[in-house]
């Protein structure tokens, strides 16, 4: 093992991220490691060949490390090799499926990264790395299984190695049948969006004299009614947050989802609704959640303009904003042309720096022998310090990156959701709202 020299985003068993040094691998601990993952595998010069479930595959291999000095350190990535289309040009003359993989590996934890080869074979093998966030990693470490399409098209499966048989199944072989262009076939994101079963957007856009004339009237309507209350409300809001006293107000009013591990959004939800009926806005701004078979899964609804949105919690530390179903929304945009989000930024300090005390009495009032249970996750308090108003429209969906983390109780991906990549934040903000006091 060798290790990095800059101190960086590490993503610990739990998928807990930390500060500590890149472990890189050599080729053979790489085949070691696949081995146990994919019997039968077989090295040829610097590629493994195997077979799975009658796929016959090829595999190139590369370390998951930092992208280097400047760049933020949560930004990991594998570096291309230069015989990266003899690779791809030899498997295919084998009927081989080429897969370019990265190995992550920190302490215990292992996980393997795959980067969709058609970006980097259309006109990108100029590229010298593909890119993955700590936050991705994290994701698959907590979930097992997570994937996303960024804004530039690259799609990125990552996956803990129990689970290869789920990106086999569910992400490979549905694929297997679609020829991969040649090299010189421009690349479509609605191909990506396809191989993972999302409806494509089919019904007719509205005009562009149409869309504007709609935009200005909810946008006036937005600004003149809403926006105000919700300043409204963060302008009032106590900024420091401690888990227990917040468990303790949810508790005494019996509220639905008193009992949530991630409690800190679950209190942002109850302090608003809470705020929202005080002050009798059910007319502005109403909680219209809809979890049934053909509901509307958005926490909030505007009655003055109809249309939905929904309300978040993010941290600073977080790479970006997981939002809801990627078919819900753009639904609702082929409908109404908006959806807004109300994001609530915040510090978070971990519950396992203060002895886990929010870990205990969340156990200890639930009744739960194991007061340990959640610990490594559990926050202990979170400073909040902005908020913003997000509209995503038919003007900025283009900067809508795809992601879905987890499977079902079927062992299949959990179907796909928007996330807005910090770097896009910019595209979708309309108003900011400084918590600092």
Known sequence: MKLGNVLTDQVDINGDIVLD?????????????????????QKKDAYFLGEYGGYKFSIRVKNVTYLGIPHPIFKKRIQ?????????????????????????????????????????????????????????????????????????????????PEFVSVFFETVLAPRVQTDIPKATTDVHVDYLINT??????????????????RFSRIEKAMRNTVFPKIEEFFNAEEIEWNGIDCYNKMIQANYRNKYQPEWAGFFLEFEFETFLKEHHLEGVICFAQDKTETGIDLDLYFPTVGIY?????????????????????????????????????????????????????????????????????????????????????????????????????????????????????????????????
């Not at 472990?23 to 994919?38: E, G, M, R, T």
């Not at 970006?119 to 990108?124: A, L, M, P, S, V």
């Not at 999302?198 to 149409?210: N, W």
């Not at 992601?403 to 910090?422: H, W």
Request: with cysteine.
């Open 80 to 160: 291309i090799a230069s015989d990266l289309l003899d690779f791809y040009s030899e498997a295919r003359s084998e009927s081989r499926i080429p897969l370019l993989f990265g190995i992550y590996r920190y302490n215990e934890n292992v996980l393997f990264v795959n980067f969709g080869l058609r970006n980097y074979i259309n006109g990108k093998a100029h590229n010298s790395s593909a890119h993955v966030y700590s936050s991705d990693l994290s994701s698959a470490a907590t979930d097992g299984f997570f994937q996303k399409i960024d804004f530039f098209g690259n799609e990125i499966t990552v996956f803990k």
């Open 21 to 41: 040094y890149d472990q890189s691998y050599s080729p053979s601990d790489h085949f070691a490691v696949l081995q146990k993952c994919f019997p039968g595998l």
């Open 196 to 213: 993972l079963n999302v409806p494509a957007v089919t019904e007719t856009m509205p005009k562009p004299s149409d869309a504007l004339h």
């Open 309 to 437: 949105g929904d309300l978040k919690a993010h941290s600073n530390e977080s790479r970006g904003i997981q939002g809801n179903d990627w078919d819900t929304i753009f639904r609702l945009l082929d409908k109404n042309g908006h959806v807004y989000y109300i994001v609530c930024e915040h510090f978070t300090k971990k519950d396992s720096e203060y002895g886990n005390e929010v870990a205990r009495y969340w156990n200890t009032v639930q009744k739960k022998k194991n007061l340990l249970s959640y610990a490594a996750r559990m926050k202990h308090s979170v400073t909040l310090s902005k908020a913003y108003i997000l509209d995503i429209n038919d003007r900025n969906k283009e900067y809508l990156s795809m992601f879905r983390q987890g499977v079902n109780s079927d062992g299949k991906p959990r179907a796909p959701k928007i996330m807005i990549e910090q770097s896009n934040l910019k595209h979708f903000v309309v108003k900011e709202i400084s918590l600092e006091r």
